[in-house]
């Protein structure tokens, strides 16, 4: 019984390896900390994705990365060309991040495209996609008209912020995010989630994954809550991965 509920909470988890300032040793040791602690996926720096996906070949935790990350700003025939060339590598999930500046400017044909062409390549391989919204510059009625057209899209999940803008999850844009999607698209939190009870209290409103760089204080939290005896894992670097 415990394991199971360990595991409804590890699998939220997309382990963020992110920071630019990262070397390839922290990148590896990432990797394998998110293995021991069999979270949902490892989101890695684009040019990291193949090695991550061999360290973590013959797991659960699967191997994902960033489209137009941080800030949305590329053309939609790069992020395409980006979402084909992550496939290659091996990612089982995009994190893609809308085009903020059309968003604000209220260019939805262009905001949907640029989704849509994202959304396609990597459904037609087989794999799914996170939107990221970056909520910290938004209105509601922003954040709900990007809710629409995820649905309307089929993509899998919507994504509250890429963690690197001037703000990251608040249980109120949560909650705003669940009750504006349509059936089969989920919610992500990122930025904020760094303890247990901050991921049970997401959990309860309805989100299903969390990037978080806190990963392995938040589930040894999580063990220690549910009775579980500690992961030992002793990570040889001190740097954190975002979020």
């Known amino acids: 019984m415990h394991n199971t509920e360990y595991s409804s909470f590890s699998k939220m988890i ?51 990365t960033t489209i137009g990350f941080p800030h949305g700003g590329h053309t939609t025939v790069v992020k395409q060309r980006e979402a084909e060339q992550a496939i290659e590598d091996g990612c089982q999930e995009l994190d893609m991040v809308v085009n903020i ?16 062409a994202v959304v396609e390549t990597a459904h037609a391989a087989g794999r799914k996609v996170k939107v990221i919204f970056e909520n910290c510059y938004l209105a509601d009625a922003q954040k709900i008209r990007l809710c629409q057209i995820c649905t309307e899209l089929a993509a899998d999940w919507v994504k509250t912020s890429t963690g690197y803008g001037t703000g990251g999850a608040t249980m109120e844009d949560l909650k705003l995010m669940v009750d504006n999607v349509g059936q089969g698209v989920q919610v992500k939190a990122a930025g904020g989630v760094r303890n247990f009870e901050t991921l049970k209290q997401v959990k309860g409103l309805g989100v299903t994954r969390c990037g978080a760089s806190q990963t392995q204080a938040m589930l040894d939290q999580a063990r220690a809550a549910l009775g579980l005896t500690p992961i030992v894992y002793v990570s040889s670097n001190a740097a954190t991965g975002g979020y």
Request: glycine share 4%; hydrophobic share 35%.
């Open 14 to 64: 997309d382990h963020s390896l992110l920071m630019p300032t990262m070397d390839q040793s922290q990148l590896e040791d990432g990797c394998r900390l998110a293995l021991a602690y069999d979270v949902a996926s490892v989101c890695i720096m684009p040019y990291y994705l193949n090695r991550c996906a061999e360290i973590l070949a013959g797991s659960t935790v699967q191997p994902s």
């Open 101 to 116: 500046s059309q968003v604000l400017s209220g260019n939805w044909d262009y905001v949907s495209q640029d989704i849509r």
